[in-house]
């Protein structure tokens, strides 16, 4: 614009002859005023942003006090509920203890009288778990306030503290296959509270024995007082351990640790009063912790000071131990004659109520998760399953799922135990295909009689399956027997004339001839025993002479057999049943022929008997051996273990028809690749 001015300007006044000093003064002159001009106009426009500025900037104070004044407002609000909670809390901590307390010292003077009573030592576990809970609910308040502290310090040997906390802690760890590992040094003493290091490694033990499953280990450590006169302890376990995101949440107040699990077990307060005590030691605690277990490590100043107490002597005002109240949970032995069944709960005191209730009428296995739980099915023939929801590792409805799509165990009844309620929970339950859902809590003798009818409706609709198919195999087998008379009545006859025209030659013939009418017979009596099973029909007992029947079956296996497999009888003198011979033989032949069939190369059956009221004959093989998934239905309508040497399924399946029949009990044992047991436990008479 200048140069434009100038331009223009410079002609005129160059024709006007000025001089050329007038004509850059003028050039000047325009330069100037254009400059103000422009000065002018971006100082109006500065003010008007500032202004702008400035009041946006008024806007925004007034929203931040505003909203400074509305977060008070509700922090303000929370702290009050936060508080009244509290209070609420502690006063009813406070009203709970003392009652408790005193059903405490109660149970103590019952268990005294009467030491191995389950129910008084279940009652007083989680009477003490009541105490504990209402006394970490006060000290939570005291660590605020800032005054929980342990005035009561005794100069005694941590040596021997950490170890008889090991002997305290192994039993119960051993019962649930844990191995409990020490690594103790001698001779560290300490002055301290016994009360609050008691306090420390009860509640990291618990973390530990928790979280620790089956085949893993916890390991107590203690070492040599340092340079700096501190004393190290550390707790550590093989467990599931801390997952990333929650290992800054480990010591906070009524936080719980959790694996995919809903229910965990506590208030989440144990490991905030933990380090509320160890800080008022003046020491410190710190973790580590990974998916292959955790180790919490305690630091505590060596104080020294003090008369030097005997553990026993320091120990006289501190709390009795909790820990040794835990009761193992180990699976009893089966019973042949007993139902079993299999609780699956992450509750340990729960499974040791629901066991003692259920265990004079069932077998009873436990497993803590679902995992444990189809660890236990592929080895156990179960009756019914018992499971909460809720559980690490793999949860109910998983086990669920698992067990459904298992043709060996979809049949069996499940039932879910869980604290979640509502009815869409319950929906859930049922549509995965329990038969049961049962809130807790839950009367233990109306789950009693639940399991029972269960039990029951399911033997029943296996029967009824059972005799549909029985009744099908019924009209085969009258069409089958049939067709089979006819024709012995056609070998029989031409039998006796070929023994009548042989003449002074027909001892050459008799032996065969003889074993032709045996089996001739045999057959006979199978058709006749088929008849009177499938259609009825009652059987007339007698005394039987047992070695003769077992003596000619084996006679007909040797010869088989060739020498390949030996057989030996071993049964008393003169051993009698009372039974209907026909069918007795058919039951031996069965098994003995499947004993037999069970040997593959060399081996050896022996039949054995037992005399006296109950008497008993033993059939053994060293044969292949039966799974132990399929021993439960070896004894079902069509099922077989020979299919591909053409097994139909109806021999065991008739052996029991035939055995219930004659009032004959059967027990079976076999181990994969060792061979089977068959015994036959007859009625008295």
Known sequence: MVYTIGFFTAIPLKSMGYPAYIQALTLNVGAFFLSSLSAFSLAVRFNNEHKELAETKRDLEARIIDRTRDLQSAKDQIELQSREKTAYFINLAHETRTPAMLIQNYLEKCRYKYPEDVDLAIVKDNVDKLVRDMVNFLDSEKIEQGRLTYEDKKQFSLTEFMNKKADLITPTAESCGIKINRAISENVNITSSVYALDRIFNNLLDNAMRYTRRGGSISMILKPVDENGDITILISDTGVGIPDEMKKYVFDKFYQVSHTKGNTQGMGMGLYIVKGIIEGLGGKIFFDSSEKGTCFTVKLPNDSGGEFLSLSEATLTAPVNSMNNDLPVANTPVEERKETVLIVEDNRKLILSMRETLNETYNVLCAGNGKEALNLLERHSISAIISDIMMDEMDGYALLEEVRKSDQLKEIPFVFITARTGTSEEIR????????????????????????ALIAFNHLKHRAFELEKFHSVGMITASICHEIINPLSGIEGPLYVIEQNAGKDATKFTEGINHIKTNVTRISNIVSTMRSLFHGE???MEKVEVSTVIESIVKIFEDRSAGEI???????????????????????????SNATDSIVHGGKVTISGKNGLSKAIIITDTGSGIPQQNLSKIFELAFSTKRESGGTGLGLYIVKELAERLGIRINVKSELNKGSEFTLVFPEF
């Open 429 to 452: 339950g049922l549509k995965y295909g329990a038969v049961e859902y049962i809130q807790k809590p839950f009367s233990m003798e109306i789950l009693k009689a639940r399991i029972g």
């Open 538 to 540: 009652g059987y007339s």
């Open 566 to 592: 030996s057989y030996k009888i071993d049964l008393p003198s003169g051993m009698q049943v009372k039974t209907k011979k026909s069918a007795f033989t058919h039951i031996l032949m069965n098994l003995i």
